[in-house]
C-alpha cells in the first residue's frame, strides 16, 4: 500500500496582475533609475511587489499613488509603450561613430523624421542611405535584421 505524498508548492504572489517597472517607466517619460528610486517610498506588497525572477510589479493602487505623488491627474492615459515585435522602418543616417556598435537612423517620413541611435552587432556592415528595420529595446532601439554582407541584406 502507498500513500500519496504531497509536493510542497512554490509560494504564489497574492498580487499576480500589475504593470512592470521598465514599463511604467516607458509609460512615464522617465528612466528606470528614476521610478527605481521613487519607489523605495511606496510599500512592497501594497504598492508593488517582486514578479518572477528580477522584474518589480506595480499595483493598480501603487500606479495612483505613484501619479499621485508626481502631480498627475488619476484620468491621464500613459503613453502606450511601442510594441517589440513590429519593427519600424528607418534610413542609416550616420555610422562611422567611435563606438561601432552604434549607428544614427533616422525614423518616420521625410517631413517628420527622428533621428535615433541603434545598438547593431557591427556598424560598418551598414552604409549611409540604407534602409534598415530596427526594434525598441527598453530604452533605446536596436536593429531588427542584420545584414549578411556590408549594404547588403
Not at 532601439?141 to 556590408?150: D, F, S, V
Request: hydrophobic letters at 40%; a positive charge; proline letters at 7%.
Amino acid at each position: 500500500m502507498t500513500t500519496a505524498v504531497e509536493s510542497p508548492q512554490a509560494p504564489v504572489s497574492p498580487v499576480s496582475s500589475g504593470t512592470s517597472e521598465s514599463l511604467l517607466a516607458v509609460q512615464l517619460g522617465l528612466a528606470p533609475a528614476e521610478v527605481r528610486a521613487r519607489r523605495s517610498a511606496f510599500i512592497e506588497g501594497e504598492d508593488w511587489h517582486r514578479g518572477p525572477g528580477r522584474t518589480v510589479v506595480w499595483t493598480e493602487a501603487g500606479v495612483a499613488r505613484l501619479k499621485e505623488r508626481m502631480g498627475l491627474c488619476q484620468d491621464t492615459v500613459l503613453a502606450a509603450a511601442p510594441d517589440p515585435a513590429v519593427p519600424v522602418a528607418g534610413e542609416v543616417v550616420r555610422s562611422n561613430f567611435r563606438n561601432r556598435r552604434l549607428i544614427s537612423v533616422a525614423l518616420g517620413g521625410d517631413r517628420n523624421r527622428e533621428l535615433v541611435l541603434v545598438l547593431v552587432r557591427d556598424a560598418g556592415m551598414y552604409l549611409h542611405g540604407q534602409s534598415l528595420e530596427v526594434r525598441p529595446n527598453g530604452s533605446g532601439w536596436m536593429e531588427a535584421r542584420r545584414p549578411r554582407r556590408r549594404g547588403l541584406f
